[in-house]
């Protein structure tokens, strides 16, 4: 079974940057698409950016976009969000995601098959 164990999270002033990383543990899994999605309670899931599988291609939500940076280090099956000019509105928790057979940036999350657990990310004012 794939899990993702994610990393990072926390409380971040308005304006500040925030660091999520989220690896594949199981060894002979390769992650192809890899996203990151957020939600807020009783809210409904939403895209937030997402990175092809060798990294050439991004997708970032317009909310986010020109504020968050995605990366990915395939020899260590991780993806990295970088929250940068946070905002109070950024407040949600954070789920990363990985594709079995999708390799596009996808911000669909029909397309992955595997999630992590959960990070909190919360923007201050």
């Known amino acids: 079974q794939v899990q993702l164990v994610g990393s990072g999270g926390g409380v971040v002033q308005a304006g500040g940057s925030l660091r999520l990383s989220c690896a594949a543990s199981e060894r002979s899994f390769t992650p192809l698409a890899m996203a990151w999605f957020r939600q807020a309670p009783g809210k409904e899931l939403e895209s937030v950016a997402a990175i092809s599988w060798m990294g050439s291609n991004t997708y970032f939500a317009d909310s986010v976009k020109g504020r968050f940076t995605i990366s990915r280090d395939n020899d260590k099956k991780m993806v990295v969000l970088k929250m940068n000019s946070a905002k109070p509105e950024d407040t949600d928790i954070y789920y990363c995601?990985?594709?079995?057979?999708?390799?596009?940036?996808?911000?669909?999350?029909?397309?992955?098959?595997?999630w992590g657990q959960g990070n909190q990310g919360t923007g201050s004012s």
């Open positions: 995601e990985t594709a079995q057979t999708t390799k596009n940036a996808s911000g669909s999350s029909r397309d992955y098959e595997y």
